[in-house]
């Protein structure tokens, strides 16, 4: 089975919580959507929309092309399902190879021994097929293979993205606890901007979340700094692949519609942020300034977006510096930025209470293993209050809380 513009069967995995968001980003790319499930979701499409998708999406972790499912009993049956596939037809046998499995309720005894035995069925089938075979190579290989077994039955999947879609290509350095990008274009989409209004980060590291608003304002898309694993899949499509990425650039803007203003306490975090920014094309479209977050002030007059990733308690240190900061944060909130959305992806699920106002809205993330939410403040001005009490009574939802107040 060669990679030819058929229809496959792919799974995209993505941060835990951004699944429904993914839904929304793929279906906008017209793919398929199929199923949707915790981590990631399946979608049907052609080799062009397994192009497209590693190209464009912003929340995508992968792009698996499902390559078969069969029923197991014992770990032969895992090595006939993977002995089955005719690897020699999809990848070149000079190609380095990594398999990763990955179970659910699995009733074998051992993942490692699993993943030796695929590794070898793929290396027989070449040997059979060619009289050579892949090396191996865990750290950076040509071809990915996932496995995924369940209590019946194991599905294989080849990678066709390479290196994870969130290493766009353009981080050059950053500080510590960088957040992921495809986490941080996660965070846009759930806050809703598109780059309409003005965006603010004043806690900005190396520049992730200004980074990613930048492309997402300008339509640049996500992928088009790096190489991906399916280039090197027989069967590759260069024309086809050359006017895909021909689309895309001809979708960009000049420059975001609106201002993104960065800022961060620490030099080192603003030479990062600015040399990703330089690398990633969007420095002229990213205002990096040197400040402590509570000298931060909004435009007047103006609305738009605050997001930020606070440092969570184990990087301020001990809970007193934790209830600090987050006081501070909340009179901050109410003092300087009316008529803001202010939303915080944190760890510490108490930060609500702790900064002393109530968020519109709260939608849970994981940040690798780490639980967090999202939380949204729209900040009302003082002296609207009471007009602002009477509308929201009257077209709020019942279950909905009121937005903060400044």
């Known amino acids: 089975m060669r990679m030819i513009s058929t229809n496959y069967r792919c799974f995209a995995p993505c941060p835990r919580g951004l699944e429904p968001a993914l839904q929304e980003e793929l279906q906008a790319l017209d793919v398929q959507v199929l199923n949707r499930t915790e981590g990631g979701l399946s979608f049907s499409g ?7 998708a590693n190209l464009e999406s912003r929340l995508a972790s992968r792009i698996l092309v499902h390559l078969v499912t069969a029923p197991y009993r014992s770990e ?8 089955d596939v005719a690897w020699s037809q999809l990848l070149p046998a000079a190609g380095t190879i990594k ?5 659910r309720q699995c ?3 051992s993942l490692d021994f699993l993943t030796l035995r695929i590794k070898d069925a793929v290396c027989d089938r070449f040997v059979k097929e060619t009289g050579r075979r892949p090396s191996v190579d ?10 995924f077994l369940d209590t019946t039955h194991v599905s294989l999947y080849l990678d066709t993205t390479g290196e994870p879609l969130f290493k766009r290509g353009f981080r050059q350095s950053s500080v510590d606890a960088p957040l992921r990008e495809n986490l941080a274009a996660g965070l846009l989409h759930l806050a809703g901007w598109t780059g309409d209004v003005p965006l603010i980060d004043p806690l900005c590291g190396s520049g992730t979340i200004a980074i990613e608003a930048a492309l997402r304002a300008r339509h640049i898309a996500p992928g088009l700094g790096r190489r991906f694993a399916f280039e090197k899949l027989h069967g590759f499509d260069r024309t086809l692949w050359d006017t895909i990425r021909q689309e895309s650039l001809r979708k960009q803007l000049a420059q975001s519609p609106a201002p993104i203003m960065a800022s961060d306490l620490d030099a ?8 990703n920014a330089r690398q990633a094309g969007v420095e002229a479209d990213i205002k990096l300034s040197l400040q402590d977050l509570f000298s931060v002030v909004p435009p007047p007059g103006r609305s738009g ?8 308690g184990v990087r301020l240190g001990s809970m007193g510096d934790l209830d600090t900061f987050y006081r501070r944060l909340g009179q901050w909130m109410k003092q300087r930025c009316a008529d803001w959305t202010v939303c915080l992806l944190t760890a510490d699920l108490t930060a609500p209470k702790r900064i002393g106002l ?8 994981f940040n690798g293993g780490l639980e967090c939410r999202l939380y949204a403040f729209p900040i009302v001005r003082g002296g609207m209050r009471r007009r602002k009490r009477v509308q929201d009574a009257s077209s709020r939802p019942a279950e909905g809380p009121p937005p903060a107040q400044a």
């Open 138 to 147: 865990t750290r950076r290989p040509d071809f990915r293979i996932d496995a």
């Open 268 to 275: 080192r975090a603003i030479a990062a942020a600015r040399r």
């Open 305 to 312: 977006l605050i997001m930020m990733n606070p440092p969570y």
């Open 107 to 109: 009733g074998l005894p």
């Open 99 to 103: 398999v990763k499995v990955s179970a």
């Open 76 to 83: 032969t049956d895992v090595y006939k399902a993977a002995y």
């Open 358 to 365: 109530n968020p519109a809205k709260r939608t849970p993330l």
């Open 46 to 52: 052609s080799m062009a929309d397994v192009y497209r």
